[in-house]
């Protein structure tokens, strides 16, 4: 079935470093969301990016929408302990009316 | 997410038993959803349900049976049909999208184990 691929499956930071997960479909997507999920938690909707080209910051993260509207990441600037989880991508394709996950990308630090 | 509950965080299943995990909004969401997360990987969809009475196969159905009789609720059952139920099943919901999507809001999970 169409996928959402998100790359690295795995990020081991030190506490300060960035962090940079990324996105990528073969198909055009109308929008796309990005969760946390904290170990042992469930999953946590963060923001949604519907423009093409569209960057959005919520504090130290930043999320792109590409121009294309095929890739998306999200960067974390000088990453604290909180920030401990695996980010998810989702996005929506064309006129489907479900979301699609990504792998999701596991963050671990270190302090 | 205090808006959705999920009953029981934990669940044992015999070999050849049906099982059925609860899952209760009152978010007043239209939308609801059901996936399973494997260790390592991402949440793949079992069903959805956009209103009541109605729902739809996800990408995962084989082996797994829903209702949607009220708006509240939307129970997941495992059936014997699925050979591998061991998962975290996460119960979602959302308002209804009529363009973009709207976020959803998950609940705590039920972790399934086969005795």
């Known amino acids: ?25 073969s198909t055009t997507l109308s929008n796309i969301q990005w969760y946390k999920q ?14 093409s080209g569209e960057v959005k910051k919520q504090k130290r993260l930043t999320f792109q929408f590409g121009e294309a509207k095929k890739n998306s990441s999200l960067h974390i600037t000088a990453t604290q302990t909180t920030d401990v989880g695996t980010y ?3 996005g929506k394709l064309g006129g489907a009316q479900k979301l699609v996950f990504g792998q999701g990308t596991r963050l671990t630090i270190n302090p | 997410d205090g808006g959705i509950t999920q009953s029981p965080k934990y669940l044992f299943r015999k070999e050849g038993q049906n099982v059925t995990l609860s899952c209760e909004q009152n978010l007043n969401h239209d939308a609801m959803y059901w996936y399973r997360q494997d260790p390592g990987q991402g949440l793949r969809l079992i069903y959805y349900s956009q209103i009541v009475n109605d729902f739809q196969k996800g990408d995962i159905a084989e082996g797994y049976s829903v209702s949607r009789e009220k708006k509240e609720s939307f129970p997941l059952t495992v059936t014997s049909a699925q050979k591998n139920p061991t998962a975290f099943y996460l119960c979602a919901s959302s308002m209804q999208g009529q363009g973009s999507s709207q976020p959803q809001h998950f609940g705590d999970g039920t972790r399934l184990s086969i005795l």
């Open chain 1, 1 to 25: 079935g169409q996928q959402v691929m998100q790359i690295p499956q795995y990020q081991h930071v030190q506490e300060g470093e960035d962090f940079t997960t990324y996105c990528n479909s």
């Open chain 1, 38 to 51: 904290r170990p042992g938690g469930h999953p946590v909707f963060l923001i949604q990016l519907v423009k």
């Open chain 1, 88 to 90: 998810f991508c989702a």
